[in-house]
T-cell receptor
Framework: NAGVTQTPKFQVLKTGQSMTLQCAQD?????MYWYRQDPGMGLRLIYY???????DKGEVPNGYNVSRLNKREFSLRLESAAPSQTSVYFC????????????FGNGTRLTVT | DQQVKQNSPSLSVQEGRISILNCDYT??????FLWYKKYPAEGPTFLIS???IKDKNEDGRFTVFLNKSAKHLSLHIVPSQPGDSAVYFC???????????WGAGTKLIIKP
């Protein structure tokens, strides 16, 4: 049982390049999330998908787009990467019931030069 | 404006002693609080939670205390073990089931 799988683990981009971060969960969870973690700060929510077919903005959505491809997969796209998007990105999933804990992937470390 | 604050970036505790990690919040609408533990190069994992209708929740060596009037919660680990060395995040939720607000984390180091 893999849980939440993120790819790639590491990525280096030049300013202006685009890329998609992939996330898949095998727990049949309804809700999925994308967070970023920066030094000295808590995790900040970029986008979430409460259920298949829906997506909503979180706290820091600018510069990102998401796709809930199906119940298992939720991708995060950077259309034109900026140095301010250098961060560690975490995907998470949850059953979606009230106050159900999140299950996280191991993260993608992205550097934009 | 940080709504959830963990004021100690790091904490060092002797193995076998009690570890106490603190978390303060400013938003009185928060009604559910969670602690997550994170090892290097891994994602956070859920540890323990507490609802605002309680003031204490216990799970084995881990106990979370909530003081609503002070807007303060703490995580107690007794006894501390080497495997407890990790970063601990406090998180809170309020009117949205989907948007947790996270503290910056406290790095706990358990000394042998």
């Amino acid at each position: 049982n893999a849980g939440v799988t993120q790819t790639p683990k590491f990525q280096v981009l030049k300013t202006g390049q685009s890329m998609t971060l992939q996330c898949a969960q095998d727990m049949n969870h309804n809700s999925m999330y994308w967070y970023r973690q920066d030094p000295g700060m808590g995790l900040r929510l970029i986008y979430y998908s409460a259920s298949e077919g829906t997506t909503d903005k979180g706290e820091v959505p600018n510069g990102y787009n998401v796709s809930r491809l199906n119940k298992r997969e939720f991708s995060l796209r950077l259309e034109s990467a900026a140095p301010s998007q250098t961060s560690v990105y975490f995907c998470a999933s949850s059953p979606g019931t009230v106050n159900s804990p999140l299950h996280f992937g191991n993260g993608t470390r992205l550097t934009v030069t | 404006d940080q709504q959830v604050k963990q004021n100690s970036p790091s904490l060092s505790v002797q193995e076998g002693r009690i570890s106490i990690l603190n978390c303060d919040y400013t938003n009185s609408m928060f009604d559910y609080f969670l602690w997550y533990k994170k090892y290097p190069a891994e994602g956070p994992t859920f540890l323990i939670s507490i609802s605002s209708i309680k003031d204490k929740n216990e799970d084995g060596r881990f106990t979370v205390f909530l003081n609503k009037s002070a807007k303060h919660l703490s995580l107690h680990i007794v006894p501390s073990q080497p495997g407890d060395s990790a970063v601990y995040f406090c998180a809170a939720s309020g009117d949205s089931n989907y948007q947790l607000i996270w503290g910056a984390g406290t790095k706990l180091i358990i000394k042998p």
